[in-house]
């Protein structure tokens, strides 16, 4: 049994009787253990440090590009101060408005609510929760993070090339990402943009590697996949996911950096632009597309499982009772997990494709809604009856459930290629996935940070700051995106740098104003978070052990942070990780270590 | 001015609400310790929130709702919009049921049960037969919306009949070109290394059926007439997005798309329906396609037949007859098809 085997090392390594572990702590340097880090715990704060300020910029970016949207004859003079020859007079010049939008699809769907999601929180759970001294390899965990640093540098970098960033939409559609004619960004902009995603897609596979490989082996005794916390299933499909799709992503990158520097026609063809035919023939921009969505679609679950398995423990755990139907919530992943590869078609209804192949993504689209809702129901049968302790957290997780209906009730609306024909690449399109995903993913990341906040830093955040977090980021959320929906209905088309070419359009510039409002709002919500954390780091009140009272094992671990988690042997585990409120105990919780002879009293059929 | 009084009131509320919870917090310290983390008042607060943001929230969506009608597109100026728009509607009846009760039991449940310290969850970890009943449910109103879609799409996307027009819709950075047929109905072969400046759409000339082809910058449509559009592009992907026919197809160079469709109610009547003389039917690129994109727009007309006709004699043909003699391009294209 080679994970016994590895069990046994680490522990020897580590418990020994106290000896051993002392003196390892000590060789620690400054740059052992805040840098070049192999601890899960520091490696996953890192994540989240950097995550943080990717999301600042790309707010701010959006908050810049809204401006633009609302008032568009306006002049802000401190764009220029921010921006220079980019804002000549105040005004955003078009193609930094394509390069502004571009980059911020980009760090939030990949740095943010990818490599900040999951490199934070599988990164910090999974050890704990499966009960493992740290990651199956700490190396090859501290390489994902550096991979994702070097990602985030080399794409910041490229905001400040003469010719401007990417700027043909995150997706990168060739040609117009192919060839420098078409468009500035798609310059050395472009070169480094595909540099840094090559460099992202290496740190997501050796992370997703790792977490697969811990969760599968590093189980402490009694953890059963059964009695895996949601976090932990949810976590590891999407690993799964990330591993089996970022490879095709990659490919589609290496074929389009072909095209753009060797001279191949993988994507090109029958061109004539500049005032010259070009030599490319053969090729087929829709095969981009293609391969883009097939990691593209699986991406939007890579973003949204984490977001569910945290707002799952965190439901439960602050309900104070079970989450209802565990095997229904791990079945509704998997299945949901593998339709995310069989979808991706509906990205491309207006494609050209074969109608009859359109039809055949419709249907296998609109079944993604079945465990979509079983998920929804499950969550609100959670709540029903419980008795909830109104955290910071557990409010984000009940948004993110409000998220996940609204934009997925739209996502029906999306996926049916009849309706899709006319709102294709519309705002209702920027709103749906900005509720169902963007915002949905960021809450779960909120819910996620304000709970295990007191297992990451030893301390608690302020839960006032973190009401008014959530209150006044909830209604603008739904102040933005709601709205967007009906502009997308009245045809305007995404990814316009104004709406003022077609008269029939001025009406909307209502809707715009109010939109901005709405995101300057939400935009001022998050410096609240940022100060609660940045000052809860150093200054918050010391947490206790066990804050939420909860039943997972992370919580048995000592407050200080160890080598290995905990001082002496690793917890067993004895039963699942929701034994809320469970009738005949004296407390509300009984945690996965307690086993059940103690608990005689609630015992139930079936349980020794 | 609204949007900004709106705004005013937003901040307010704000304030006030901030100023509450300080005043609850204070009366709290006064009336004795709570020492849990997250107190009685935090329980009460947030899950008064909960249903004060459900009532507030569904209001402002409703109001927002019946007043943003003037801004959503007209009724559907082709035949097949007409489906597509009662598709929508029924999507949206079903939508805004679940949405409703769904948000209502969310919020609804988040306020009734709040903690109390008196009280105990209810332990209730499965029950299969609401398990399966609620995925069944959804099954069945999928299928059924399934293939309701299907039916619809299938009924857009059939083979065009025999026959019908054929105008090409060519899009390049940054504007759209349209051709005509002409009397063959046949759109003469093109082929991107023809292009010069004076043939922007490299129509090949050596291609009788090109003869009698019309290259015009406005597009007009024939209400009535079965229209199927050929869509090319010669730099990058555009899109064709006419929104008020709810027709859209992308342009994709190296690949002819076509769209299929009968335009029904011309720019006059539209202009009376929507009580707007200055209003026009328009098509827009619809897929990011430069610094531009966002001004590349062709002014569509549609009007009876009798009227178009008259319009598109008045156009040029691609290759304008008597003016220069031909041979002297004829040649020039000629060597570049060669090699
Ligand atoms: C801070 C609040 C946010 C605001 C106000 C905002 C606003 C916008 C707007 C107006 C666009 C341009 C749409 C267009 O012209 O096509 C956009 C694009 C986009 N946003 Fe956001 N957004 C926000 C947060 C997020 C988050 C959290 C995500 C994470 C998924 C996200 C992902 C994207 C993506 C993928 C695009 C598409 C970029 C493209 O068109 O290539 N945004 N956003
Ligand atoms: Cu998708
Ligand atoms: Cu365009």
């Known amino acids: ?608 | 001015m609204i949007n900004l009084l709106i705004f005013v009131v937003v901040v307010l509320v704000i304030i006030v609400v901030v100023r509450v919870v300080r005043v609850m917090e204070l009366a709290t310290e006064l009336s004795g310790e709570d020492d849990s983390i997250i107190n009685r008042k935090d329980n009460r607060f947030n899950g008064a929130m909960m249903i004060i943001f459900l009532v507030l929230g569904v209001g402002a969506m409703v109001y927002f709702t019946l007043d943003a009608k003037k801004y959503l597109l007209p009724l559907s100026a082709s035949k097949h919009g007409v489906i597509i728009d009662k598709l929508l509607d029924v999507n949206w009846v079903l939508l805004v049921v679940v949405f409703l009760v769904t948000q209502f039991l969310l919020f609804y449940y988040a306020f009734r049960y709040h903690h109390r310290k008196e009280s105990k969850a209810y332990f209730y970890p499965i029950n299969h037969t609401l398990e399966v009943v609620w995925t069944i449910i959804p099954t069945i109103v999928l299928g059924g919306m399934i293939v309701y879609g299907l039916n619809v799409w299938n009924n857009i996307t059939k083979p065009a009949p025999k026959g019908a027009m054929l105008i090409e819709i060519y899009g390049k950075q940054f504007d759209w070109t349209v051709r005509y047929a002409g009397a063959d109905n046949i759109l003469g072969k093109s082929n991107f290394r023809l292009i010069t400046d004076d043939n922007p759409l490299g129509v090949d000339s050596t291609d009788k059926a090109s003869k009698d082809d019309i290259i015009a910058k406005e597009l007009h449509l024939p209400v009535g007439a079965k229209i199927l559009l050929k869509l090319h592009s010669r730099d990058v992907i555009h899109s064709a997005y006419l929104p008020h026919f709810r027709t859209q197809m992308n342009c994709v160079p190296g690949m002819t798309t076509e769209f299929f469709f009968e335009p029904t109610i011309t720019t006059r009547q539209m202009r009376e329906y929507t009580k707007n003389d200055k209003f026009d039917y328009v098509l827009l690129c619809n897929k990011i396609c430069g610094v531009a994109h966002y001004t590349m727009k062709m002014n569509v007309v549609a009007e009876e037949p009798e009227q178009f006709n008259k319009w598109v004699t008045g156009q040029s043909l691609v290759f304008p007859k008597p003016a220069a003699p031909a041979p002297a391009p004829e040649k020039a294209t000629a060597s570049i098809t060669k090699p």
């Open chain 1, 1 to 608: 049994m080679p994970n016994e085997i590895i069990k046994r090392s680490h522990d020897a390594h580590v418990s020994g009787n106290g000896h051993g572990h002392d003196e390892h702590e000590h060789h620690q340097t400054f740059w052992t253990k805040y840098v070049f880090s192999q601890d899960h715990k520091m490696i996953s704060k890192q994540f989240l440090i950097t995550a943080i300020l990717m999301a600042l910029l790309a707010m701010s970016m959006s908050t810049i590009f809204r401006l633009q949207l609302a008032w568009p004859d306006k002049h802000f003079p401190f764009l220029e101060t921010v921006l220079g020859k980019w804002a000549k007079d105040g005004r955003l010049d078009p193609s930094m408005y394509l390069a502004l939008i571009t980059i911020h699809g980009t760090i939030m769907v990949f740095f943010v609510l990818t490599g900040g999601l999951s490199g934070t929180f599988s990164n910090l759970l999974i050890p704990f929760q499966c009960g493992a001294r740290d990651m199956a390899s700490g190396f090859l965990n501290m390489l994902s993070y550096w991979f994702f640093f070097a990602s985030c540098t080399v794409m910041c970098a490229s905001l400040f090339l003469t010719t401007g960033p990417a700027s043909a939409g995150w997706t990168v559609y060739p040609p117009l990402s192919a060839l420098p004619q078409a468009i500035p960004g798609s310059g050395a902009g472009m070169t480094l943009w595909l540099v840094s995603m090559v460099l992202f897609i290496g740190s997501a596979l050796l992370g997703g590697i790792n977490y697969v490989v811990t969760v599968i082996n590093l189980r402490t005794k009694g953890m059963k996949m059964t009695r895996l916390p949601l976090t932990i299933w949810a976590f590891t499909i999407t690993a799964i996911l990330g591993i089996l799709s970022f490879p095709v992503l990659f490919a589609a990158a290496l074929l389009l950096l072909f095209d753009r520097s060797f001279g191949t026609s993988f994507y090109l063809s029958d061109i004539h632009i500049g005032g010259v035919p070009l030599e490319h023939v053969g090729g087929s921009p829709i095969l981009y597309q293609h391969l883009f969505w097939f990691l593209g679609h699986p991406e939007v679950y890579i973003v949204l499982l984490p977001a569910l398995g945290l707002a799952s423990e965190v439901i439960s755990t602050m309900s104070r009772k079970p989450i209802f139907g565990y095997k229904a919530m791990i079945g509704s992943m998997l299945v949901i997990a593998f339709l995310s590869f069989v979808v991706w078609g509906h990205h491309m209804f207006i494609t050209g494709m074969n109608p009859f192949l359109g039809s055949v993504f419709v249907f296998t689209t609109l079944l993604v809604a079945i465990p979509s809702a079983v998920k929804v129901f499950n969550y609100i049968a959670t709540l029903w009856k419980a008795n909830i302790v109104m955290s910071p957290a557990i409010l984000f997780a009940i948004g993110l459930v409000s998220f996940f209906i609204s934009g997925g009730l739209t996502g029906i609306i999306l996926g049916d290629s009849a309706l899709d024909i006319n709102i294709h690449d519309t705002y209702f399109v920027v709103a749906h996935f900005h509720i169902v995903m963007g915002s949905s993913a960021i809450f779960g990341m909120f819910a996620g940070i304000y709970h295990w906040f007191p297992r990451m830093y030893g301390r608690m955040m302020n839960k006032k700051a973190g009401y008014l977090h959530f209150w006044l980021t909830f209604l603008s959320v739904y102040g933005v995106f709601f709205p967007m929906h009906f502009i997308g209905l009245a045809g305007v088309p995404r990814r316009y740098y104004a709406n003022t070419s077609y008269e029939g359009f001025s009406g909307i510039i209502n809707i715009n104003e109010l939109i901005t409002m709405f995101a300057l709002l939400g935009a001022f919500a998050q410096l609240i978070f940022i100060a609660n954390f940045f000052y809860s780091i150093w200054r918050g009140k010391r947490a206790v052990q066990n804050p939420w009272k909860s039943n997972t094992i992370e919580w048995t671990a000592p407050v200080e942070h160890l080598h290995g988690n905990w001082p002496g042997e690793i917890p067993t585990v004895h039963r699942w990780a929701y034994d809320y409120s469970k009738p005949g105990h004296s407390d509300d919780f009984i945690p996965q270590t307690t086993p059940y002879s103690e608990t005689v009293s609630s015992n139930l059929p079936g349980e020794e």
